[in-house]
């Protein structure tokens, strides 16, 4: 037994997969690097409290935080329905709602503008729900990027809860909903933090959709991802890595949270 | 077995993906790079073609706002010709020792830009400043149309009023065309050349000759190109009798011309 781990360890095989991780690393390390060295301190604490890239965190705190909380609320029901309900059609549902998970960014982004010069989007904007080139726009773009993902991550979450302990619940006089709310809620509560923080990472780096919805007008629309493309096309490189800095910071925030809570579980 | 076949399959893909991946080095020495306004997209692809049958030299466009081409030749110090859509971004061009040589191409005219039946009821510059137009204009810094429509409308005296009116500004012109064709504006300022060909979406109102500022869209070769014969080349095919009879036909007027003389 020890002969063979021993074998196994000095292996050519266990040579060639460590030495292909740590290149990758490597890679990764080294775009990361680039970016962060290449303007002068200087330069970066000037950029970073520019009003444009001020504005651009803002709009991209506010945003994203709207969309997430929209995401989760929504996500939450509709994630429980296709975990715990038999609905009809199911796994056509059950695509479908993966569909934007798998369709590019940009995509969905032109579905969107089109979606607005239809009679009923114009009848949205009479009303005074204007999406395209608006803040308001921003938030719905990364919505409907982002909710499938979410609620996959959600109701998966419910998949691992036991069924169970809501019947418990159920026949010591709970009703369905109270159960939900007092037993799988609670107990699904890593699982929905996760998600919440990944969910908000990804619409904080939103670009695609949020570039055909809603435009890139200079201090009206512009997020951190809008603004690296704006400052990028316009040659200031200073002002395009201030917001990547600002956008690599929060990837590491939200992974640091995101292991810390989901427990280990793979989506 | 079949796992084996497998494995042969994706690594003869594998292979042959990475042997006829686009090289986009420009070793061979017939190929040129053309930053090129991305307004000027129609009359110039038409023009590149003609050029590569007449002279076997494979033309590769970059089309972007102005302002835009002008940060990627300073990045990458890397392209033959730069044609951006007014001179403004062409003299910092020639400022910063980019240009050896240059031609001036055709007249660029800008316009009022209003979607299909004119919503709004413009009928004038002054028309963009009245409360509730929702007016779309071009970035100033990426594209030559956002900055000369800031001019016009500064020279106007109106600029302060429009810029309330503006829902949105873009990094090209192309753009502005296609957001006032889908009426997510009411009207915008454009270059009258890119209204050839969408006249059944857009309509265009001419702005008086005294309150317009007419530009000419210049053609200049790039201090570091490596094929500098077959950049000059192209700029005088570009500035021929035959290049210039299809700017003709795309709805510019060619330089000179005495209309715009003075």
């Given at each position: 037994m020890?002969s063979t781990?021993a074998?196994?360890?000095?292996?050519k095989?266990?040579?060639l997969?460590?030495?292909?991780?740590?290149?990758?690393v490597?890679?990764?390390?080294?775009v990361?690097?680039?970016i962060?060295s290449?303007?002068?301190?200087?330069d970066f604490?000037?950029s970073i409290?520019?009003?444009?890239?001020?504005?651009?965190?803002?709009?991209?705190?506010?945003?994203s935080?709207i969309?997430?909380?929209?995401?989760?609320?929504?996500?939450?029901p509709i994630?429980?329905?296709l975990?715990r309900?038999?609905i009809?059609l199911?796994?056509l549902?059950n695509?479908?709602?993966?569909?934007?998970l798998?369709?590019p960014?940009?995509?969905?982004?032109?579905?969107?503008?089109?979606f607005?010069t239809?009679p009923?989007?114009?009848?949205l904007?009479?009303?005074?729900?204007?999406?395209?080139?608006s803040?308001?726009?921003?938030v719905l773009?990364?919505?409907?990027v982002?909710?499938p993902?979410?609620i996959r991550?959600?109701?998966?979450?419910?998949?691992?809860i036991d069924?169970?302990y809501?019947?418990?619940?159920?026949?010591?006089?709970s009703?369905?909903m109270?159960?939900?709310?007092r037993?799988?809620?609670?107990m699904?509560k890593?699982?929905?933090?996760?998600?919440?923080?990944?969910t908000?990472?990804?619409?904080m780096g939103?670009?695609g959709?949020v570039?055909?919805?809603a435009g890139?007008t200079?201090?009206?629309?512009?997020t951190?991802p809008?603004?690296?493309?704006?400052?990028?096309?316009?040659?200031?490189?200073d002002?395009?890595?201030a917001a990547?800095?600002v956008?690599i910071?929060?990837s590491?925030l939200?992974?640091?949270i995101?292991?810390k809570?989901?427990?280990?579980?793979?989506? | 077995?079949?796992?084996?076949?497998?494995?042969?399959?994706l690594?003869?893909?594998?292979?042959?993906?990475?042997?006829?991946?686009?090289?986009?080095?420009?070793?061979?020495?017939?190929?040129?790079?053309?930053y090129c306004g991305?307004g000027l997209?129609n009359p110039m692809d038409?023009?590149?073609?003609l050029f590569?049958d007449?002279y076997?030299v494979k033309?590769?466009?970059n089309y972007?706002g102005?302002?835009?081409?002008l940060?990627q030749m300073?990045l990458?110090?890397?392209?033959?010709?730069y044609?951006?859509?007014?001179t403004?971004?062409?003299d910092?061009?020639?400022d910063?020792g980019f240009?050896?040589?240059?031609?001036?191409?055709a007249y660029h005219i800008p316009?009022?830009a209003v979607?299909?039946?004119?919503?709004?009821?413009i009928t004038?510059l002054?028309?963009?400043?009245k409360?509730?137009?929702r007016?779309i204009?071009?970035?100033?810094?990426a594209?030559?149309?956002?900055?000369?429509?800031d001019?016009?409308l500064?020279k106007?005296?109106i600029f302060g009023?429009?810029?309330k009116n503006?829902?949105?500004?873009?990094?090209?012109?192309n753009?502005?065309?296609?957001?006032?064709?889908?009426?997510k504006?009411?009207?915008?300022?454009?270059?009258?050349?890119?209204l050839v060909?969408?006249?059944?979406?857009?309509?265009?109102?001419?702005i008086?000759?005294?309150q317009?500022l007419?530009k000419?869209?210049?053609?200049?070769?790039?201090?570091?190109?490596?094929?500098?014969?077959k950049a000059?080349?192209?700029?005088?095919?570009?500035?021929?009798?035959?290049?210039?009879?299809?700017?003709s036909n795309?709805g510019?007027?060619?330089y000179p011309?005495?209309?715009?003389a003075g």
């Amino acid at each position: 037994m020890k002969s063979t781990r021993a074998k196994l360890k000095g292996s050519k095989f266990e040579a060639l997969t460590v030495f292909l991780t740590l290149l990758l690393v490597a890679f990764i390390l080294a775009v990361l690097v680039c970016i962060i060295s290449y303007t002068t301190p200087q330069d970066f604490l000037q950029s970073i409290t520019s009003h444009e890239i001020q504005f651009a965190i803002k709009l991209s705190l506010l945003t994203s935080i709207i969309s997430t909380a929209l995401v989760i609320i929504i996500g939450i029901p509709i994630a429980y329905s296709l975990a715990r309900y038999n609905i009809p059609l199911k796994s056509l549902i059950n695509t479908l709602v993966d569909l934007p998970l798998a369709l590019p960014p940009l995509v969905a982004g032109v579905g969107l503008l089109l979606f607005f010069t239809t009679p009923l989007g114009e009848a949205l904007e009479d009303v005074g729900l204007r999406f395209v080139f608006s803040p308001l726009g921003i938030v719905l773009a990364q919505f409907l990027v982002n909710a499938p993902f979410t609620i996959r991550v959600l109701r998966s979450t419910f998949e691992n809860i036991d069924s169970r302990y809501e019947y418990v619940a159920q026949t010591l006089g709970s009703s369905p909903m109270r159960a939900f709310l007092r037993v799988s809620l609670p107990m699904s509560k890593g699982g929905i933090l996760a998600g919440s923080v990944i969910t908000w990472s990804s619409a904080m780096g939103e670009f695609g959709a949020v570039l055909m919805l809603a435009g890139a007008t200079r201090l009206r629309t512009e997020t951190l991802p809008i603004s690296i493309y704006l400052n990028m096309l316009c040659g200031d490189l200073d002002m395009a890595i201030a917001a990547s800095s600002v956008l690599i910071f929060i990837s590491f925030l939200s992974l640091f949270i995101f292991e810390k809570y989901s427990g280990g579980h793979a989506y | 077995m079949n796992r084996k076949n497998t494995f042969r399959a994706l690594s003869f893909l594998l292979v042959a993906g990475l042997y006829f991946f686009p090289q986009s080095s420009s070793a061979e020495g017939d190929e040129l790079l053309i930053y090129c306004g991305a307004g000027l997209k129609n009359p110039m692809d038409e023009i590149g073609e003609l050029f590569e049958d007449r002279y076997g030299v494979k033309v590769y466009y970059n089309y972007a706002g102005s302002g835009q081409l002008l940060s990627q030749m300073q990045l990458t110090k890397k392209g033959d010709v730069y044609m951006p859509g007014a001179t403004y971004y062409f003299d910092i061009a020639k400022d910063k020792g980019f240009i050896d040589y240059q031609k001036p191409v055709a007249y660029h005219i800008p316009v009022i830009a209003v979607p299909e039946g004119n919503p709004a009821n413009i009928t004038s510059l002054d028309d963009l400043a009245k409360p509730g137009s929702r007016v779309i204009l071009g970035d100033p810094r990426a594209c030559a149309i956002g900055k000369l429509a800031d001019e016009i409308l500064e020279k106007r005296g109106i600029f302060g009023e429009v810029k309330k009116n503006v829902v949105a500004r873009t990094a090209t012109v192309n753009e502005l065309v296609l957001y006032v064709s889908i009426r997510k504006a009411d009207a915008s300022i454009v270059w009258k050349s890119l209204l050839v060909g969408v006249e059944d979406k857009v309509d265009a109102i001419e702005i008086p000759e005294e309150q317009n500022l007419i530009k000419i869209i210049p053609i200049g070769r790039l201090t570091f190109s490596e094929n500098k014969d077959k950049a000059g080349e192209f700029m005088d095919f570009v500035t021929s009798d035959e290049g210039r009879a299809v700017l003709s036909n795309f709805g510019y007027t060619p330089y000179p011309d005495e209309k715009y003389a003075g």
